[in-house]
Nanobody, 125 residues
Framework: QVQLVESGGGLVQAGDSLRLSCTAS????????TGWFRQAPGKEREFVAA????????YYADSVKGRFTIARDNAKNTVYLQMNSLKPEDTAVYYC??????????????????WGQGTQVTVSS
């Protein structure tokens, strides 16, 4: 069992940066592919970024490519999402997800077994 806790969300202005953290307890993240998803009010949860357990493979949604960076520090059992040049359309609850079933990260919610409670990111124009 893996418990995931996200942190780092907040209210920022367009063009600002935020770094989200996802810290695991109960089991090491070092053998888990990990992803970030987001959900805006009235919308489906959507893929943002994902990283393999080794960190050697990363995927990004087209909407965040070039602005967001996913990284992991297995020694700290933490995965990060660095978000730069934030836009109002990035406003959402951001969720961290992990799976020990595959070393290859998935772009789909069904590919993950463990989810955090989410952290709110609000970008004002």
């Amino acid at each position: 069992q893996v418990q995931l806790v996200e942190s780092g969300g907040g209210l920022v202005q367009a063009g600002d940066s935020l770094r989200l953290s996802c810290t695991a307890s109960g089991r090491t993240l070092s053998r888990c592919a990990t992803g970030w998803f987001r959900q805006a009010p009235g919308k489906e949860r959507e893929f943002v970024a994902a990283i393999s357990w080794s960190g050697g493979t990363t995927y990004y949604a087209d909407s965040v490519k070039g602005r967001f960076t996913i990284a992991r520090d297995n020694a700290k059992n933490t995965v990060y999402l660095q978000m730069n040049s934030l836009k109002p359309e990035d406003t959402a609850v951001y969720y961290c997800a992990a799976t020990a079933s595959s070393s290859v990260p998935s772009k789909h919610t069904a590919g993950y077994d463990y989810w955090g409670q989410g952290t709110q990111v609000t970008v004002s124009s």
